[in-house]
Every structure is written in structure tokens, then in C-alpha cells.
């Protein structure tokens, strides 16, 4: 059973850039959720895929979008990068079965973006 | 909405003291807790959950934590501390509101264990 992966580990961009940071869930996951993590700050959510379509968002402007493909890898997509945008940025998946009532999830590495 | 509080933003203790570190929620309806370590550079790692049944879970490493509904709390514990325990420690809150679980995440607080 392979773990939850991020690439790439670090990311340099310049402000106004767009960057996009992958993940590869957890084998036999079939959701994922991104989160940024500030420095000195705990993980605050960002948005959840489930079955290839957006179930939440967080408190996070329209050009943080994402997407997750038939295989539940995914995708962050972050446009017009500004300053504030540096972070962590962590992906966790878990498995969802209708019913069961909660998501455990597993986290990656992390993707650290800096923008300059 | 719900939130999560870690009133310690660190904590000190020497090897092979019991430790604790304080978590307390606030959440519509039943609260689903969970406590995560993070180590320098890397991801978070799943250590506990409470979701239901016995106020006292056991999880991994030799933590454990316990539920308190009327103090709407989520401390978790440990009996003797190790210096590998020094690290980040965030407790988090979700619920079933809307049917997304989507877990709320507190501060964190940096576990200092001194030989």
C-alpha cells in the first residue's frame, strides 16, 4: 500500500505567476482535500474532491481551484499568485464509503511555495 | 461554525514525565476529534481519533486521549515522554454538518521533550 505523494517538494514563483501542485492519493482513497499551512499556523482547508467533483471549499478565492481525475490523483491550481500565497500546501486523502460517517484522512509530504 | 483552541502554543517536559497537551472544541452537534503530529519538513501524521463510544481512545506511539463533553475538551496524554516526541501537535474538530466532515484545524502546539 503506497502512501499519499506530492510533487514537487519546494517551488519558487514570482507574484502574479500561476503554479500547480499534484498529488497521488493513497491506494484505494477515492477522496482528497487540500489545505495551506502559514508558517506558525495549523492547516486550514482549502477545498474537497470526491469522485471527481468539488464537495466543500474553504474560505479561499475563486483562483484557487483544483481537480481530481478518474485515477483520485489531483491537482491544486493556484492563479495571480500573491506574497500570502506562500505556504505549505498539503493534500490528504481518505476513503469515503456513504454512511460510514467520517474521513480519517492521510497526508503528504507537502508542496512549500514561495512566492517573491 | 466550528473551531478548535490549543491555549498552549508550547510545551516542556522532561523525559519520561507524563505529558499533556490541551485541545478544546466547539461544534454543532456530535463532535468527531482528532489529534496529528508533524514532524520538521513533513506532512501530518494521523495519531488519534474520537468518534464514539469510550471518552478515553488509545492510539499510536503510547498516546491517548480523553473526550469531555461537558468541557467540551480533547487533551491528549501521554505516561512517560520520549525526546522523539518533541514535535508539532494539532488537534482538529469536524462534524457531520452538511455531510462533509470537513475537519477544522487548531494552531498547534510544539511538544519540547528535554533529556
Known amino acids: 500500500e503506497t502512501g499519499v505523494t506530492q510533487s514537487p517538494t519546494h517551488l519558487i514563483k514570482t507574484r502574479g505567476q500561476q503554479v500547480t501542485l499534484r498529488c497521488s492519493s493513497q491506494?484505494?482513497?477515492?477522496?482528497v482535500s487540500w489545505y495551506q499551512q502559514a508558517l506558525g499556523q495549523g492547516p486550514q482547508f482549502i477545498f474537497q474532491?470526491?469522485?471527481?467533483?468539488?464537495?466543500g471549499r474553504g474560505n479561499f478565492p475563486p483562483r484557487f481551484s483544483g481537480l481530481q481525475f478518474p485515477n483520485y490523483s489531483s491537482e491544486l491550481n493556484v492563479n495571480a499568485l500573491e506574497l500570502d500565497d506562500s505556504a505549505l500546501y498539503l493534500c490528504a486523502s481518505s476513503l469515503w464509503l456513504a454512511g460510514a460517517g467520517y474521513n480519517e484522512q492521510f497526508f503528504g509530504p507537502g508542496t512549500r511555495l514561495t512566492v517573491l | 461554525a466550528q473551531s478548535v483552541a490549543q491555549p498552549e502554543d508550547q510545551v516542556n517536559v522532561a523525559e519520561g514525565n507524563p505529558l499533556t497537551v490541551k485541545c478544546t472544541y466547539s461544534v454543532s452537534g456530535n463532535p468527531y476529534l482528532f489529534w496529528y503530529v508533524q514532524y520538521p519538513n513533513r506532512g501530518l501524521q494521523f495519531l488519534l481519533k474520537y468518534i464514539t463510544g469510550d471518552n478515553l481512545v488509545k492510539g499510536s506511539y503510547g498516546f491517548e486521549a480523553e473526550f469531555n463533553k461537558s468541557q467540551t475538551s480533547f487533551h491528549l496524554k501521554k505516561p512517560s515522554a520520549l525526546v522523539s516526541d518533541s514535535a508539532l501537535y494539532f488537534c482538529a474538530v469536524s462534524s457531520p454538518s452538511g455531510g462533509s466532515y470537513i475537519p477544522t484545524f487548531g494552531r498547534g502546539t510544539s511538544l519540547i521533550v528535554h533529556p
Open positions: 474532491y470526491y469522485r471527481e467533483e468539488e464537495n
Open positions: 491506494s484505494g482513497h477515492n477522496t
